[in-house]
Structures are given as C-alpha cells and as structure tokens.
T-cell receptor, first 114, second 111 residues
C-alpha cells in the first residue's frame, strides 16, 4: 500500500496563477481532508470530504476549491494564487472520521507564491 | 469555539522523561489525540484518550482529565530521534469530524 500520496511535492507559483494539488489514498477511506501548515500555526483545516461526491468548508476555505469525484482522490485547487497561500499543504484520510480514528497524512506539498 | 494550548518549546536530555501538556476548550468533547511530526515530515498518530486516565504505548503514554479539560503526553527514556513537534488535537464536530490541532510543542532532545 502506498498510503496517502500527494502531487506535486514542491511548486512555485506567481501571484494570480492557478494550480491543482492532487491527493490519492489506497486505503478505501471515506474521509479526506486538506490542511495547511504555517510556522507557529499548527495545522488548519481548509476543506474536507465525508465521502465520494461530497465536500465541505473547514476553518480557512477562502481562496481554495476542492473536488472528490472518486473516492480515492481529493483535489485542492487554487484559482488565483496569493502570497498568503505560501504554505505546506497536507492531505489526510481516515476511515471512520472519528477522533479515535487515526488520520493518515501524505508527505505534503510545499507551495511558494511569489 | 475550540482552542488548545500547548507549550511552544520543551528541551530535555537523552534518557530523561518529559511531559508535554495540553489544555483544551471545546464543545462536544470526543477525545484527545496526539500526533508527532519530524521536521519536513508528515504528522503521524501517537495516541488517543477518550476516558480519564493513562494510556501507555511503549515509551509513550498519554493522560486525560476530562474534568480539568487537560491532557499530557509523557515520553520516557528519551532518544535523540524523539526530537520533533508534538500536537494535541480534538475532534471538531462542526467540520465533518476533522481534527482541530494545537499549535504544537517543539521537543529538542540533547545529549
């Protein structure tokens, strides 16, 4: 099992450019999440999905969109990148979506917006 | 709302014991989880407490007091490889049961 994978690992964007981050999991998990991590801020939830075809906003959704067309994939889109979106983005998945249920994280995507 | 407080940094000596505290405020408490993250790496699950008391997993233990809205992670027989950030987290019932993380405690283990 590959677990949770993220593509790309690194990316540099200019302000106003768009991009899509791909998250894939092979554990048949229902729940998937996108977090961003900034220095001293911990992990903050951007969007999440409780199953194929569903998405919902998290704590910091502005400037991002998501889609979950297939159960194993969760895409995060930036329509018009801004320097404030420079961050490390982590995707995670879990089976039951409960606090006792381990969340499995991908290796992260390091995004710089200039 | 929800909030979690942890110390930002802790330093300890190899072989020693260290305790990382976490206090939380949340509605609808479902339990407290702990995650470890090495520099540049992905967070990994360490432990979970739903009920009061101590849960032990090898060198790591986690404690919860629901009445005090307080928990801690205890690391024994510290090793250099334990140098990492440690996050406590509670369930965010308003966000599809995603986790609400504290800002993390950076643990430095010195020789």
């Amino acid at each position: 099992n590959a677990g949770v994978t993220q593509t790309p690992k690194f990316r540099v964007l200019k302000t106003g450019q768009s991009m899509t981050l791909l998250c894939a999991q092979d554990m048949n998990h229902e729940y998937m999440y996108w977090y961003r991590q900034d220095p001293g801020m911990g992990l903050r939830l951007i969007h999440y999905s409780v199953g194929e075809g569903t998405t919902a906003k998290g704590e910091v959704p502005d400037g991002y969109n998501v889609s979950r067309l297939k159960k194993q994939n969760f895409l995060l889109g930036l329509e018009s990148a801004a320097p404030s979106q420079t961050s490390v983005y982590f995707c995670a998945s879990s089976y039951y979506g409960q606090v006792y249920d381990e969340q499995y994280f991908g290796p992260g995507t390091r995004l710089t917006v200039t | 709302g929800q909030s979690l407080e942890q110390p930002s940094e802790v330093t300890a000596v190899e072989g020693a014991i260290v305790q990382i505290n976490c206090t939380y405020q949340t509605s609808g408490f479902y339990g407290l989880s702990w995650y470890q993250q090495h520099d540049g790496g992905a967070p990994t699950f360490l432990s979970y407490n739903a009920l009061d008391g101590l849960e032990e997993t090898g060198r790591f233990s986690s404690f919860l007091s629901r009445s005090d809205s307080y928990g801690y992670l205890l690391l024994q027989e510290l090793q250099m490889k334990d140098s990492a950030s440690y996050f406590c987290a509670v369930m965010n019932s308003n966000s599809g049961y995603a986790l609400n993380f504290g800002k993390g405690t950076s643990l430095l283990v010195t020789p």
